[in-house]
Structure formats: C-alpha cells, structure tokens
C-alpha cells in the first residue's frame, strides 16, 4: 500500500487524534477514567509519545509548501498512529469516555420524562449501563496492579466486567419486549384492558433482575481471586473451550495467551446482538406508539453499536491495534451524544417544556400528521435480520427468546475463536482490516436503517 492510500485510509483516526489534541491539558495530568467499554487509565502512567507538529515560516508559505508541510504532517500523523502504544492510547481515549459521562446522563434523563411513558423496565435497563461503567474501573485497577495488563489481557477479570454489559442489554430487550407484546395484544384484540406488565408500569422487577445477576457476576470474578488466579486464567475456568489438543485439525497459528474464552466472547457478541434487538424495539415501540421520533432513537444508537464492533474487533485481532481504544471511546462520546439528541426530541415531541427554550436544530417541529403506524408495522413484520430476533421470536416467552439468542452467539462464538486462527491477518496487525471490520458492517447497518425508514418493505440484503 502506498504512503498516499495508507494516508485516506487513516484519516478518520488522523481526525480524533487532532480533536484529542484540544485534551492535551488533561492528558498531562494523572487520572482515572470511566469506560464504556473495558479500557480505564490507571495510575497516571504518562506517554512518551509526541506528536511533533511543523510550523509554518513566517515570511508566507507558498501554495507548494502548504502543500507539502500538510503531507509531511500527515504522514508523521498516520505514523504516530501506527506506532502508538498502549499507554498513549489509554491516554488519548482518556477524555472521551469521560466525558461521555454526561451527555449518557442527558440521554437517561430526557428518557425517563413522564410525558414520554417509557417503559420503567427499559429506562432501569438503559441505567445499568452506569453500574457497568463504575464496576469496570475497579476491575482495570486489579489487572493493572495484579498483573501489571490491561483489563482486555487478563480473562478471568475481563468476562466479569464485561458480563455487566450483557446484563444491561439483556434487561433493556427483556423490558423493551413485554412492553411491545402488551402493546400489540392490545391492538390484535381491540381491548384496552390487556394486563399491563408490571415492568411497563414500574421500576421494582428490572431493578430485582439487576440486582441478581449483578451478584452473579460478582462471583464470577470473587471464586477466581480467592483462588489465587493468575493473569491468563481463564473465565468461568474455559469449560466451554475446546483444549487445542483435542481440535479435530492443526491450526494455521496456535491461540496467544491473550485470546478470549468461549463464554467471554459470547458476553461480547451477544452485546452487540442484544444492541441490535433493542434498536430494532426502538422502530417498532414508533409504530405502536405513533410516534416517529422513536425511531430517532434508533439512529441515535447506532455509533454506539460501532463502539462494540470496535472493541469486538480489538480482540479479534488479539488486543494488537492500540489506537482502537481511543477509537471506541471517540465513538462511545458520540453515540451517547446521539442518543441524548434523539431522547430530547422523544420528549420534545411528547409535550415536554423546555425550560431554557426552544433549541430550532433539535426540536422535533415536522409535521407527522400523515404517519400511519399500523401500515408501517404491518409491513415490517416481515423483516428478518438481527435487529428483528425480538418480532421473529415474538412468541416464545422471554426464557426460550434468551436460550435461543444466547445459543446463536455461542455458535458463532466457536466459529470466530477456533475460525479464525486459521487465517494470518488477525496475527498480521494491519490497521486497515480492522477498519474495514468495523465500518463496512456500520455502514451497512445504517443504509440498512436508511432504506428502511424509505421502503418499509425492504427486508434486508440476503
């Protein structure tokens, strides 16, 4: 690959490390970080990585030498980002997750107004995320200090963490489909009278839910500690691994020590389908309620579901591409971003005031006089992708929905653990696959979204 098309391909992250560069203030400084995921700073470990910026002479650059300074800075960028370490990447991801702090609480706040009849459950499901946040940063400070890794290298301790993502989107779809079920047995039988369930109506079910697999996580990670774990023992012990004696084939590379275990890559990729199935309810919970501006909610999710692409794809890739985490946490600050716009114009839109005015660019003033839910929906039944398992599954009860979601991620758990180490590019480090890994799925996420909010006919690519 030429220097010029490694340059386009890189500019998106040349991008973020030139916003980042505004956080230079904070980055100097010692501090610990809140994660949405599972990368946290610990102990003010500084970087010894520079960017060194090419000033421009004072008698008036020609357009030659504007030209050439602004490749040469280019290129020295690309190459930082190429060569960044660990620690300059925690430190660069630093400010961006915690700032997301904020516009996360915005989203839960403009959520939960009384004007938009959220579901309680959901509200409680989208909350939990703040307890994952919190739990994650004891959990990075033990790796750190233990065994002197990142969270992301030290299994046993990673599945925990992690597992408290799955358990906020596992109640978020829980809560999110008994309050569509009650919606639409109302409508199927022209009785408004249906039994609302009680977590439609109150918060108490979702939280107990919480409660208890939250102490199920936490002995996860208590069971190992006691018994003196050391930093590459695996989660729940790798009883669901296959050992590598026991493979029916020889594998193109033996696993590194770092690789995830079976029931850890589970916990991440039925994250990212659990994600898709809430944003999925989020469409339908529009047609049921007739209020468009749900489905904004779903687009606003959207670079959320890339961040847990980003990270899935960091440990593809064996935790070998640094610059990802600032990636993911560029994109975390975003998503959370989009998601407090899209719960503000819910609300807006629901008759809520807003007490410092009105904001022209979010306030939802189009006119949806003309929007018919019931054909919309009628017409979306046919759809079938990940973000449609809550319609296809609609008649299962909510423990044969979670044990057959749960089987489909531990099947394609096995396929990318033991598939992909027949391949060279995940032990290859090449920046350029894991961004395709990325954002090809992304995009086609999102025309997939665009299309449908065109043709509600359309069911998909295959």
């Not at 919190?134 to 002197?148: M, N, R």
């Not at 609300?347 to 660019?361: D, R």
Request: proline residues 6%.
């Amino acid at each position: 690959m030429t220097a010029t098309q490694r340059m386009i391909a890189l500019a998106p992250l040349a991008l973020l490390c030139s916003v980042t560069s505004a956080f230079a203030p904070l980055a100097s400084r010692p501090f610990t970080t809140l994660s949405h995921h599972e990368f946290v700073n610990v102990n003010g470990i500084q970087s010894s990585t520079r960017h060194n910026l090419m000033p421009l002479p004072l008698d008036g650059p020609s357009i030659l030498d504007s030209t050439t300074l602004t490749l040469s800075f280019l290129n020295q960028l690309n190459e930082n980002i190429l060569t960044m370490d660990q620690t300059a990447a925690e430190q660069l991801a630093g400010p961006f997750f915690g700032a997301s702090l904020f516009p996360y609480l915005g989203f839960l706040f403009f959520l939960n107004v009384p004007q938009n009849e959220t579901p309680k459950g959901v509200t409680v499901g989208f909350a939990t995320c703040l307890l994952f946040v919190f739990l994650t940063i004891p959990a990075a400070i033990a790796a750190k200090v233990w065994y002197d890794v990142s969270l992301a290298d030290c299994d046993w301790i990673h599945g925990s963490a992690e597992s408290m993502l799955t358990i906020t989107n596992l109640v978020t779809v829980v809560a999110f489909r008994q309050a569509l079920s009650w919606k639409e047995q109302q409508e199927q039988s022209g009785n408004a009278n249906v039994k609302i369930p009680e977590s439609v109506v109150s918060y108490d079910p979702m939280v107990k839910l919480v409660c208890g697999l939250t102490v199920l996580a936490f002995i996860t990670a208590l069971v190992p500690a006691l018994a003196g774990a050391q930093v590459h023992t695996p989660y729940l012990d790798g009883f669901m691994d296959v050992p590598s004696s026991q493979l029916p084939w020889t594998a193109t590379h033996p696993e590194p020590e770092n690789s995830l275990t079976i029931a850890t890559w589970i916990i991440h990729i039925s994250s990212l389908v659990e994600w898709l199935v809430a944003m999925g309810f989020c469409w339908r919970w529009a047609d049921s309620v007739g209020n468009p501006r749900w489905k904004g909610l779903t687009w606003g999710l959207l670079p959320l579901h890339t961040s847990g692409i980003t990270a899935c794809t960091y440990h593809l890739l064996y935790n070998s591409i640094p610059v990802l985490v600032p990636l993911q946490a560029f994109l975390t600050f975003v998503g959370n971003t989009t998601a407090m716009i899209a719960a503000y114009r819910i609300a807006v839109s629901n008759g809520w005031t807003v007490p410092w005015g009105e904001i022209p660019f979010l306030d939802a003033s189009e006119d949806d006089s003309d929007y018919d839910a019931g054909i919309i929906r009628e017409d979306s039944q046919t759809l079938v992708g990940f973000e449609d398992l809550g319609d296809a599954l609609a008649k299962d009860n909510d423990y044969i929905f979670l044990v057959k979601l749960f089987a489909g991620c531990a099947v394609a758990s096995y396929v990318v653990k033991y598939g992909e180490i027949w391949f060279d590019f995940p032990f290859q480090s090449e920046l350029n696959i894991a961004l395709a890994f990325i954002f090809i799925p992304s995009l086609l996420n999102a025309y997939k979204w665009w299309k449908r909010s065109q043709d509600p006919t359309f069911d998909g690519f295959f």
